[in-house]
């Protein structure tokens, strides 16, 4: 975690110690998504984001306060960062409800379309962020890489499907829409730390409110498993990679690292062979190449 705010707000492709950096949230987030199904049938999903905001949170301000790092000031990031929050929570909202009703790979392809709900955003609001044709090509490469790697999904049989489908497609929106805010606001002079605090303070109410109207209960004592999940998510995923995801939007091509999270789900299926013994194909392997191909040619300077 940084100590001092971020006064500088670039479009600048990454260098390789940022890109390096960026594999590593992937990494950990493909991870996050293995960490979450384990948890699940001791903490349900809803519950578990709303845990993790709070006590993150309480973790963040408890390092700010350490670091002497200001949360404070007036600088004009308030409202921009009550919005942020807002938008935060009913991403995961969405996601987390969506997944009740289309399946698990429908709904990684279209979260994924977050990148380019990014880049369309960033030709109104970042105009010096916009994408060349090579970058373009690029963000088509990695997204033809994930669908070889989860396969094309099959017309929805469940009326349902779509509306999982839909809110799937809303939480990639949302998710986009937060990056936008971030990058394209005062936030981006604020630290990393107080932009993650907007986020986990106005979106663990709002998340433990949406677990009680969705009926979520915990009847058990959750397990030692569950329990070390939560701690992964809290206290590694959401107090510490994400503060580092903000620090380099703000430093950064919002649109670029945005096609890096193309990673992520590739990491999750990785992260599920390796934890649940889940199957690996050779398509996988190929995806793999596609989207590393891709994301060289999203990061290519104009």
């Given at each position: 975690?940084?100590?001092?705010?971020?006064?500088?707000?670039?479009?600048?492709?990454?260098?390789?110690?940022?890109?390096?950096?960026?594999?590593?949230?992937?990494?950990?987030?493909g991870?996050?998504?293995?960490?979450?199904?384990?948890?699940?049938?001791?903490?349900?999903p809803?519950?578990?984001?709303?845990?993790?905001?709070?006590?993150?949170?309480?973790?963040?301000?408890?390092?700010?306060?350490?670091?002497?790092?200001?949360?404070f000031?007036?600088?004009?990031?308030?409202?921009?960062?009550?919005?942020?929050?807002?938008?935060?929570?009913?991403?995961f909202?969405?996601?987390?409800?969506?997944l009740?009703?289309?399946?698990?790979?429908?709904?990684?392809?279209?979260?994924?379309?977050?990148?380019?709900?990014?880049?369309?955003?960033?030709?109104?609001?970042?105009?010096?962020?916009?994408?060349?044709?090579?970058?373009?090509?690029?963000?088509?490469?990695?997204?033809?890489?994930?669908?070889?790697?989860?396969?094309?999904?099959?017309?929805?049989?469940?009326?349902?499907?779509?509306?999982?489908?839909?809110?799937?497609?809303?939480?990639?929106?949302?998710?986009?829409?937060?990056?936008?805010?971030?990058?394209?606001?005062p936030?981006?002079?604020a630290?990393?730390?107080?932009?993650?605090?907007?986020?986990?303070?106005v979106?663990?109410?709002?998340?433990?409110?949406?677990?009680?109207?969705?009926?979520?209960?915990?009847?058990?004592?959750?397990?030692?498993l569950?329990?070390?999940?939560?701690?992964?998510?809290?206290?590694w995923?959401?107090?510490?990679?994400f503060?580092?995801?903000?620090?380099?939007?703000?430093?950064?091509?919002?649109?670029?690292?945005?096609?890096?999270?193309?990673?992520?789900?590739?990491?999750?299926?990785?992260?599920?062979?390796?934890?649940?013994?889940?199957?690996?194909?050779?398509?996988?392997?190929?995806?793999?190449?596609?989207?590393?191909?891709?994301?060289?040619?999203?990061?290519?300077?104009?």
């Amino acid at each position: 975690m940084s100590s001092a705010p971020v006064y500088t707000s670039t479009t600048r492709p990454l260098d390789a110690l940022a890109a390096g950096i960026v594999v590593v949230l992937c990494l950990s987030w493909g991870f996050n998504q293995v960490a979450t199904k384990l948890a699940i049938h001791d903490i349900p999903p809803l519950m578990q984001a709303a845990i993790r905001s709070f006590v993150a949170a309480f973790l963040i301000a408890a390092w700010c306060r350490l670091r002497g790092i200001p949360l404070f000031d007036r600088d004009g990031t308030l409202w921009f960062g009550l919005a942020a929050g807002a938008l935060f929570a009913i991403e995961f909202i969405l996601i987390y409800q969506g997944l009740l009703y289309t399946t698990a790979t429908r709904a990684v392809l279209f979260i994924y379309l977050a990148p380019f709900f990014v880049v369309v955003g960033a030709r109104i609001v970042l105009p010096a962020d916009r994408f060349g044709a090579a970058q373009w090509l690029g963000l088509g490469m990695s997204f033809a890489g994930m669908l070889i790697a989860f396969g094309v999904p099959t017309p929805a049989l469940d009326p349902r499907q779509h509306i999982g489908d839909g809110m799937m497609v809303g939480g990639a929106l949302f998710w986009a829409a937060t990056t936008l805010t971030i990058k394209a606001s005062p936030l981006t002079r604020a630290s990393a730390e107080k932009v993650m605090l907007y986020q986990l303070v106005v979106s663990g109410p709002i998340m433990a409110v949406a677990a009680f109207a969705a009926g979520e209960r915990m009847t058990d004592m959750p397990s030692a498993l569950a329990v070390g999940s939560m701690v992964y998510q809290t206290v590694w995923v959401v107090s510490v990679t994400f503060v580092i995801w903000f620090a380099l939007i703000a430093r950064y091509s919002a649109t670029r690292l945005s096609a890096f999270t193309f990673l992520t789900p590739l990491f999750g299926v990785a992260a599920g062979h390796l934890v649940l013994n889940e199957p690996l194909t050779v398509a996988f392997g190929a995806a793999v190449l596609l989207v590393a191909a891709g994301l060289m040619l999203v990061n290519r300077s104009p």
